[in-house]
């Protein structure tokens, strides 16, 4: 039988989705584009290819849908049944069967019109072959509409199913409603079910895990059981009727003894005996809850008698606990671990491949070669040695004294210095002394005098800090002597002269002048343009005029002040020459037209293919909103069209 995993089933479209996600990807998956005066064979091809994309679309969707879901004949009984209580084995098996057909149909209706279309002679008949055969495969779909919802609503609720693995060791809670089911989970496992004082909280099967003798074991809770027929149990019962039917577990029955839970144990008893069946051939403990509040010996005699009457057959084991308290929790565990334990190895014991684990094991028992007996020999030199040492005391025996001291002595102890020592009794040479004695520490204690000791030397370091303190204080009151006083005013008059002359140093430094030279570095530029062929008279005397002395301060300020009336003088629109930059002419330091009119010609050939990308300079590097062809021509491809 194979477990089953419900996690991994794919969506199941409704019907309209389903219609809209085939012929969408046969519209993109296949040409769009035919015209009337294309030979009729390309045209019959044409719409032989939509129609069988589209029948194998709707094929392979639906064959998706039916090998996804199980088939309620190849997984475990336990999961079977347990859908047939959920959602109806029959109602199950007729929406996958409904499916099934859908998809022949389809297919036969592909097949049929295929056979149409090869003999269809212009394209209209062929296109009208297509639309009827896409037609008819869609309104077969309609059809299938509640079939896909209803499978869809049993995917979405066979995700939520716990992982329930049959084959592994498990522990199966079972009892009337709030007996303690959902508590004893909790506190064996790392399960969190919801507890509540009401019946059936627990309305579905709950698993959680555990360790015993380092394996992983599984622990059930399942709903509340009532005592009635089978016909009257509904959904919520059913689920942990057929847990108890199909999986191999040691059952804990628990038994609320208090009988707060609303039930009397007769009728808890009463249960016990109608689902017993149930039972057969599997490990029992009659689990009895709430001790807390009712001792087992304080049950009256009636009521004992009704809970001896569930141990009668010696099937079942009875076992006391308390959620409340911890009590007796860890000890039901290891019994219902150590029964499932004992059961399963029992029965692989007496599987037919038992054997062939046995032959595998082989106990080799070495056979006597002969009569001859041959003891232990010892050679003579080995003899003599073990002989010799027997007078002497090694350093192995000091090892094996010193083992009997304890951790923290052991290393800081000689004991041939102890044996030394000179004591009134020479048995107490050997005598170990103890760290702590009468809640106090044996060292502090060592020698009588330790107090008095202390508060000596607490009182000669405050004698010493005072003395100290009073030998500074007559430090700062003493004055100095007349030749000290003059030693520290020549000390002082050394620094004054010293920072004096620092800083005249610093002062006294020569600035760059370049102003002489400025005449040899203008007869060079001169000299240079020469060379180059172009006459420098204007560069010259632009510079010379621009190096020219300004005067003194007060000349300037007569010259600025004769400045201000001429121009007062003058008329108000014209514009200062010193307040506005000059552009150069166009061509100015070329050496003749020709060599301009060629510079020109270069300069407009290199922007040329600037100017057609529409670049407004050589700095201009935007990059306009690109528009590539195949983003906006021609179908669309099967990936993303966000980016469109």
């Not at 004992?342 to 054997?355: E, F, G, I, Q, W």
């Not at 000669?460 to 800090?465: L, N, S, Y």
Request: glycine share 4%; hydrophobic share 35%.
């Amino acid at each position: 039988m194979v477990v089953y995993n419900f996690k991994r089933i794919s969506t199941v479209p409704t019907g309209a989705d389903f219609l809209d996600i085939v012929l969408s990807k046969t519209q993109r998956k296949t040409p769009t584009v035919i015209h009337p005066n294309y030979a009729i064979h390309r045209i019959r091809s044409f719409y032989l290819r939509k129609v069988k994309f589209a029948s194998q679309t709707f094929h392979d969707r639906l064959t998706m849908i039916l090998e996804e879901f199980p088939i309620l004949d190849d997984i475990h009984p336990f999961y079977a049944d347990l859908m047939n209580v959920l959602y109806d084995r029959d109602h199950y098996k007729l929406a996958l069967g409904q499916l099934n057909t859908a998809r022949h149909l389809v297919d036969k209706i592909g097949s049929d019109y295929c056979k149409l279309i090869k003999y269809g002679d212009s394209l209209f008949r062929c296109k009208q072959l297509k639309r009827a055969a896409l037609g008819r495969m869609c309104t077969l779909m309609k059809k299938q509409g509640p079939s896909l919802a209803y499978l869809e609503q049993v995917r979405q609720h066979l995700a939520r199913l716990p992982s329930i693995d049959p084959n592994t060791r498990t522990l199966l809670l079972t009892g009337f409603p709030n007996v303690g089911k959902s508590s004893f989970l909790n506190k064996v496992s790392r399960a969190n079910v919801d507890v509540q004082p009401y019946p059936f909280t627990t309305k579905s099967l709950f698993v959680g895990h555990t360790d015993y003798k380092y394996l992983r074991w599984q622990v059930i809770d399942t709903p509340g059981i009532l005592d009635h027929s089978l016909e009257e149990r509904n959904t919520i019962e059913m689920q942990s009727i057929t847990a108890l039917a199909h999986l191999r577990a040691t059952i804990l029955y628990l038994v609320d003894i208090s009988e707060q839970c609303g039930y009397s144990l007769e009728q808890q008893a009463s249960l016990f005996a109608s689902i017993k069946p149930l039972f057969s051939n599997k490990p029992l403990l009659v689990v009895a809850n709430k001790v807390d509040i009712m001792r087992l010996e304080d049950l009256s005699p009636a009521k004992r008698a009704v809970l001896d009457s569930m141990l009668a057959d010696g099937q079942a084991t009875l076992c006391t606990m308390s959620n409340q308290t911890e009590e007796g929790i860890s000890h039901v565990k290891q019994i219902a671990c150590d029964k499932l334990l004992d059961l399963r190895v029992d029965t692989k014991l007496k599987s037919k491949h038992a054997n062939d684990l046995v032959s595998r094991l082989h106990v080799a028992q070495p056979a006597p070669r002969d009569s001859s007996a041959r003891p232990a020999h010892i050679p003579e030199s080995v003899r003599r040695a073990r002989e010799m040492q027997v007078d002497k005391v090694g350093p192995e025996e000091e090892e094996d004294e010193e083992a009997d001291l304890p951790s923290w002595l052991k290393g800081f102890n000689d004991l041939r210095m102890q044996k030394k020592y000179k004591l009134a009794n020479d048995d107490w040479k050997l005598d170990i002394v103890p760290e702590i004695l009468d809640g106090k520490n044996i060292m502090d204690f060592i020698d009588s005098d330790i107090l008095e000791r202390m508060d000596e030397l607490e009182a000669e370091e405050e004698a010493r800090e005072n003395a100290a303190a009073e030998e500074m204080e007559d430090d700062e009151d003493k004055e100095l002597d007349p030749e000290t006083m003059d030693r520290v005013r020549s000390i002082r008059a050394r620094k004054k002269v010293a920072a004096v002359t620092s800083r005249l140093d610093r002062s006294s430094q020569p600035m760059p002048r370049t102003a002489a030279n400025a005449d040899l570095q203008v007869d060079k530029f001169e000299s240079h343009l020469r060379e180059l062929g172009i006459d420098p008279s204007q560069a010259v005397e632009r510079i010379r005029s621009r190096s020219q002395s300004r005067g003194r301060k007060r000349e300037r300020s007569a010259s600025a002040f004769a400045e201000e009336e001429v121009a007062a003088k003058e008329p108000k629109t014209r514009s200062r020459s010193r307040s506005v930059s000059k552009t150069p002419a166009r061509g100015e330091g070329f050496r003749d037209l020709t060599q301009k009119i060629h510079a020109e010609g270069l300069a407009r050939k290199s922007s040329k293919a600037r100017n057609k990308e529409a670049r407004k300079g050589e700095a201009d590097r935007v990059v306009l909103n690109l528009k590539p062809k195949h983003l906006f021509a021609g179908k669309r491809g099967a990936g993303k069209t966000d980016r469109r």
